[in-house]
C-alpha cells in the first residue's frame, strides 16, 4: 500500500507544495509575505474624491506584489 500526500516538502528542501488546505490557527505567525504600505482612511465628501482613493489603494496593493498590473 502506498500513499500520496498533498503537502510535502521537495527534494533539498527548497520548496513546500501545499495540495491540500492550509490552515494559519490563531496567535500563528506568518513572515516574509508581501505587505502593502498603509492607506489612510478616506474623508472624501464626493465621488471624485473617493475614486482617488480608492485608486490610491489599488496602487499601494499593486506596489507591494499584492494585485496583478494591468
Given amino acids: 500500500?502506498?500513499?500520496?500526500?498533498?503537502?510535502?516538502?521537495e527534494q533539498g528542501g527548497e520548496?513546500?507544495?501545499?495540495g491540500g488546505t492550509l490552515e494559519v490557527?490563531?496567535?500563528?505567525?506568518?513572515?516574509?509575505?508581501p505587505a502593502?504600505?498603509?492607506?489612510?482612511?478616506?474623508?472624501?465628501t464626493t465621488v471624485e474624491g473617493l475614486v482617488t482613493d480608492f485608486n490610491a489603494l489599488l496602487a499601494k496593493?499593486?506596489?507591494a506584489g499584492l494585485m496583478a498590473d494591468e
Avoid: E, F, H, R
Fill in 1 to 9: 500500500m502506498s500513499y500520496n500526500s498533498k503537502n510535502y516538502m
Fill in 15 to 18: 520548496k513546500w507544495i501545499v
Fill in 36 to 44: 502593502a504600505a498603509n492607506q489612510a482612511d478616506s474623508t472624501a
Fill in 25 to 33: 490557527l490563531p496567535g500563528a505567525t506568518v513572515t516574509g509575505l
Fill in 61 to 63: 496593493l499593486k506596489a
